[in-house]
């Protein structure tokens, strides 16, 4: 069992940045994938981005370029920076955690985007 516990969401206006971060308790194993997913309001959950133990990167299309991912495997912490944050970008954010074919999820945190 996993536990991720998320912080950094909050109200930003269009244009500026935000800082999400999560870290990770429990039983974890070296090599595994963490990452955001969001989920907006009436939308399904979509990846953001996500990076392996080993520092591989994926990004959904929406964010390439505004939004950097990154770990530090030895605190089991993942961060998310957002830049040149847009409206659309608003939506619960949920830090996510799989290995071992198992998948774990923190509470959320909101993302609101004023324009």
């Known amino acids: 069992q996993v536990q991720l516990v998320e912080s950094g969401g909050g109200l930003v206006q269009a244009g500026r940045s935000l800082t999400l971060s999560c870290a990770a308790s429990?039983?974890?194993?070296?090599?595994?994938?963490m990452g955001w997913y969001r989920q907006a309001p009436g939308k399904q959950r979509e990846l953001v981005a996500a990076i392996t133990s080993g520092g591989s990167t994926n990004y959904a299309d929406s964010v390439k370029g505004r939004f950097t991912i990154s770990r530090d495997s030895a605190k089991n912490t993942v961060t998310l920076q957002m830049n040149t944050l847009k409206p659309e970008d608003t939506a619960v954010y949920y830090c996510?955690?799989?290995?071992?074919?198992?998948?774990?999820w923190g509470q959320g945190t909101q993302v609101t985007v004023s324009s």
């Open positions: 429990g039983n974890i194993f070296s090599l595994n994938i």
């Open positions: 996510h955690y799989r290995a071992q074919w198992r998948d774990s």
